[in-house]
């Protein structure tokens, strides 16, 4: 079911999205709207299939909420357009020409802002950090700057999500992942960080040619295993995707718990370790 959108990043503007995407959004939104007589707020969450050279993006309707979302104080104190005070009167009777507000898609700001989920997974003890269906956020920060790249930085520093500019990364990858991530990992590796791998992490890593110091994940084969590593702080960052599996997902489970107590970034999404790496090597830009 993929990870709650509660526990999901937002951009505004959507940085992404093409003419045609922004058209169509606004298309189906105003449709739906009116198809259901909304007055008041409402909230839609759309999927995109990107589109080729040769054939135009798909958008998709995932649902359709009659009421508020988490992300309407983000997108008010962007805009400036009071959203609650504007959607109330208009229940109360008073449309948005009275109100001095027209239709269709606010003009950008020339800025860019992103919503960032806050955790307390190291105040929740026995928790799993790995995100799914369920909302496990209990809060949001928000970064603002005109670039992606600096917005980026500052959402994720106050979400506690920033790596440190120099430092080391404890990596324990997925099969599935391998490929997607090995990336991120040259990259973090061209920056100078150490990287610690679990033992099949670490022999896609070395296949790639780059150092990396194997750490066993099985906690009663000997010391430093993963958890020592944290512990010790020899690492000030994790990254782990989940495999299948109960002995796996016990396994990543440590890891996870021993990142949250020692509060340091733990990724178990590589969308945003992604995003992390390249505010780390971009944000100061």
């Given amino acids: 079911a993929g990870v709650h959108s509660g526990d999901s990043m937002a951009v505004y503007p959507g940085v992404n999205l093409t003419a045609q995407e922004i058209e ?5 939104t105003i449709r739906i709207g009116v ?4 007055k008041g707020l409402m909230n839609i969450q759309f999927v ?9 993006s798909s958008v998709y309707v ?17 805009t400036g357009v009071p959203m609650v005070n504007v959607a109330t009167k208009v229940m109360l009777g ?8 027209n239709t269709g898609l606010w003009k950008e700001q020339k800025l860019i802002a992103i919503k960032a989920p806050v955790f307390s997974m190291s105040k929740l003890l026995g928790v799993d950090t790995h995100l799914g269906p369920e909302m496990k956020s209990t809060g949001e920060v928000m970064g603002i700057d005109y670039t992606f790249g600096a917005a980026l930085a500052k959402a994720l520093l106050a979400a506690g999500l920033m790596l440190l500019p120099q430092g080391a990364i404890l990596l324990s990858i997925a099969d599935r992942d391998k490929p997607e991530a090995l990336p991120i990992i040259r990259k973090l590796s061209s920056i100078g960080y150490k990287l610690y791998a679990t033992e099949g992490t670490t022999a896609m890593i070395e296949a790639a040619g780059l150092p990396v110091k194997i750490i066993t ?3 009663s084969e000997g010391h430093p295993n993963v958890v020592d590593v944290i512990n010790r702080g020899t690492v000030n960052g994790v990254l782990n995707t ?7 997902l016990r396994d990543g489970f440590y890891i996870r718990r021993a990142a949250a107590e020692k509060r340091i970034p733990c990724f178990t999404s590589l969308d945003t370790a992604r995003a992390a790496v390249e505010a780390l090597v971009n944000g100061g830009q």
């Fill in 24 to 28: 169509t959004l606004i298309d189906y």
């Fill in 35 to 38: 198809g259901l007589k909304i």
């Fill in 48 to 56: 995109i299939m990107p589109g080729s050279a040769t054939q135009e």
């Fill in 62 to 78: 995932l649902e359709v909420n009659p009421r508020s979302s988490r992300t309407i104080p983000f997108i008010s104190k962007v």
């Fill in 94 to 101: 008073k449309s948005l020409k009275e109100q001095g507000y």
């Fill in 217 to 219: 994940k099985k906690l």
């Fill in 242 to 248: 989940v495999t299948g599996g109960r002995i796996p």
